[in-house]
């Protein structure tokens, strides 16, 4: 039989055989140089040289060269290997190819394309059905601007999906990020954290347990996280950043620690809202300030904190408390409706029927400024109607009023009260500390008392004094008491109290934050309680 003959025979053979392949799902030779027969460990296969071309369903292999077991459905590639399926083009240096499983194993400079998304790993094992590939040498995959490096991860071509564990690190133009696991959508490009995780920027510094960023809208929902802003730290439950509006709203043990360790404050809470721009910050939710004053830890509670930060040094940083502000000291205690706190310079004012407690002593005013000097209270002026009440050793309530009254501390003490205007006074008389032998009662315009021990010590009468000395068995209860006494020692709040409120006026957080129109307002009544501030002054 001529050559030629022969030639034409085994192809015409070799072509029906692989279209009864190609039908059962076989391998299909579609091309090659050669063909040559061979055997190994006991099985047959076809050496393919030159141009080899192969194709299973929707999947095309090439190569330079490849033993196929058709018994086996099973094919060994070498050489320049591209395999093409759908978007997906794999090459490698070698592969194996099981047509059964449809399940290919690439080795040797793996790199998977596919659309604008590349990965290269030295080793990649794929499964043709299910479009999933896997590596567990280490990979690098690379997307638009982003460079992500990882022990193993996972490729889902079906639903574009990403999957990676182990020294996970994330390089972008936008952020640089590390973790354990991570997950990453290239259509939907959102970035999934599913285990301890530390993203940073030119804005800060963020580590949480898990949560997702939208590499497209900047906007990210964390767990049990922190973030650094510029002018705080930031703890919670569950935090929601918009990095283009560059708002942050955290809820669940919320924990604000500022950055500023000469004025280091502490405010805490369930949800708070905070506007880099602006640099303010909302908090609700059983909300407390702690802050360093005179060795000892002030607190402020309230239905509402917001806090002002400039990194202007011509302007000054703020906090708001509104709505049954509450505060403790050790040696200071008050309440009020509407306080504001200047945290540059230390002073703090209270609005709406403001009262105090210092030691044995009461005040009260319509407003009330208090001054900090090395962090220690150093003075405080009550406007308008001033009283200030102190008991003495036997229950007796000394009395003081005026129109405005300026006090003055040492060491946290009250150790002098200036009456200016309108000056009354109630002043029992001791013997020692345990006989009271009379009581002085006196109309004065201006006084000057001064204290000791936390005892009231003296009254001076400055200007054309009325004065009135009634001795005990002459005392009527009614004369005890200057018009407006309220003796509110009931009042007084601890230090439990403060710490353990619980506010129902404040919103609850939203399980999925959004950015309304109140995260682009700042608030209405912190800008009326900075009026206050400007009439206080």
Request: glycine content about 6%; overall charge positive; hydrophobic content about 35%.
């Amino acid at each position: 039989m001529k050559p030629t003959k022969v030639f034409y025979t085994l192809l015409i053979l070799i072509l029906s055989c692989l279209k009864v392949f190609g039908q059962s799902g076989k391998i299909e030779l579609i091309q090659a140089g050669s063909l040559e027969g061979g055997e190994k460990n006991g099985a047959k296969y076809n050496r393919l040289l030159g141009n080899v071309q192969l194709k299973q369903k929707e999947t095309l292999l090439y190569c330079d060269s490849a033993h196929l077991y058709r018994d086996r459905n099973y094919a060994e590639i070498f050489s320049n290997v591209r395999v093409v399926q759908g978007s997906v083009t794999i090459t490698s240096a070698t592969a194996t190819y099981d047509g059964e499983q449809r399940k290919a194993v690439f080795l040797g400079g793996v790199i998977l394309r596919d659309e604008k998304m590349t990965v290269n790993t030295p080793s990649l094992a794929y499964n043709m059905n299910t479009r999933i590939g896997r590596y567990t040498e280490g990979g690098t995959i690379l997307e638009t601007e982003n460079r992500l490096t990882s022990q193993f991860g996972n490729y889902n071509a079906g639903t574009k999906m990403l999957s990676f564990k182990g020294n996970v690190h994330l390089v972008g133009s936008e952020a640089d990020i590390q973790s354990d696991t991570l997950q990453y959508n290239t259509i939907s490009k959102v970035v999934y954290f599913v285990a301890p995780t530390r993203i940073q920027n030119e804005q800060g510094l963020l580590t949480a347990k898990g949560g997702y960023y939208n590499t497209l809208n900047k906007q990210s929902v964390f767990r049990g996280s922190q973030v650094e802003t510029a002018d705080y730290y930031v703890t919670g439950d569950n935090v929601f950043f918009d990095r283009i509006k560059n708002y942050l709203h955290a809820s669940g043990n919320v924990r604000m620690t500022s950055k500023d360790q000469k004025n280091k404050v502490i405010i805490t809470g369930q949800e708070v809202h905070h506007w880099k721009s602006l640099g303010r910050s909302k908090v609700f939710g059983s909300p407390v300030m702690r802050s360093l004053v005179s060795g000892d830890t002030l607190y402020v509670a309230a239905d509402t904190l917001v806090s002002v930060d400039s990194n202007d040094p011509k302007k000054k940083d703020f906090l708001y408390a509104y709505n049954d502000v509450k505060i403790y000291k050790t040696d200071l205690q008050g309440k009020c409706d509407s306080l504001t706190y200047n945290l540059t310079d230390s002073v703090m004012f209270m609005n709406y029927d403001p009262i105090l407690w210092n030691a044995n002593s009461q005040m009260v005013g319509e407003r009330v400024e208090m001054r900090m000097k090395n962090k220690a209270l150093d003075r405080m002026f009550l406007y308008n109607n001033a009283f200030i009440i102190s008991e003495d050793t036997l229950s007796n309530l000394n009395q003081i009023k005026g129109r405005n009254i300026t006090a003055f501390f040492e060491k946290g003490d009250i150790r002098r009260a200036d009456v200016n205007g309108n000056g009354e006074s109630i002043y029992f008389a001791l013997e020692g500390d345990t006989l009271m032998t009379g009581m002085n009662k006196t109309i004065c315009s201006d006084m000057l008392l001064k204290f000791k021990d936390k005892k009231l010590q003296t009254i001076s009468f400055l200007t054309n004094p009325d004065a009135n000395f009634i001795p005990p068995h002459e005392l009527k209860e009614p004369d005890k008491r200057l018009p407006g006494f309220k003796w509110r020692i009931a009042e007084k709040p601890t230090k439990k109290e403060v710490l353990a409120r619980r506010n129902k006026k404040s919103a609850k957080p939203r399980k999925t934050p959004v950015v309304s129109k109140a995260a682009k307002t700042p608030d209405r009544r912190a800008r009326t309680t900075a009026k206050d501030r400007k009439s206080n002054k």
